[in-house]
């Protein structure tokens, strides 16, 4: 038995995995994680509203972006909060929360056609919890309830944006003029 508590098989085992033609497991690391953007507008406290006939009703808006930076394997990828607290009872904007919070990650061995839904499935996963926090901190900061956001459904939004895309491409066919 070696050192390491491994007999040898796994040397072995490496050129049997090429052979068999087995993908090596993705790597992924996160190099950095950063507030591109925070900005909070607490216009109840501006206009003076009382808390007493306050019924909020929270909408939240998320988008996601990701871009290769020059560096090979590094990505960053962005997610995009956008929370508008609304009076019920008079329509009154309470609040408003907007968060651009991005991760550097280092990737090694995602195929290329699956790159694109790794990089906005997966990454916005692992930062989440992040810009949660961080969103949680604004709103209690601001005098609020601090505002813990749902789990969002990375794998269903990048569902609708790729339904969104198709439309949309399907409509400017349409309305393409024909060729013949």
Known sequence: ???N??????????????????????????LSQFVKDLSFENIAAQKAISGAN???DIKVQ?????????????YEVTT???????????????????????????????????????????????LFPFARRII????????????NLDNVDFLALYRQELQRQAALRAQQGEEAPATN
Do not use: W
């Open 136 to 147: 949680s901190d604004a709103t209690r900061d601001g005098g609020y309830p601090p505002l």
């Open 54 to 56: 306050v019924q909020p």
């Open 80 to 126: 995009k909060y956008k929370v508008e607290s609304k009076n019920k009872s008079d329509d009154s904007v309470l609040f408003v929360v907007e968060l651009d919070y991005a991760g550097v990650f280092h990737i090694e061995n995602v195929p290329q056609e699956q790159m694109h839904p790794f990089l906005l499935i997966e990454c916005p996963r692992i």
């Open 1 to 3: 038995m070696t050192e």
């Open 62 to 74: 998320v988008s996601l972006d990701a871009r290769k930076r020059d560096t090979e394997n590094q």
């Open 5 to 30: 508590g491994n007999n040898g098989a796994g040397a072995a085992a490496q050129p049997q995995q090429a052979q068999t033609g087995q993908n090596p497991q993705v790597k992924m690391r996160v």
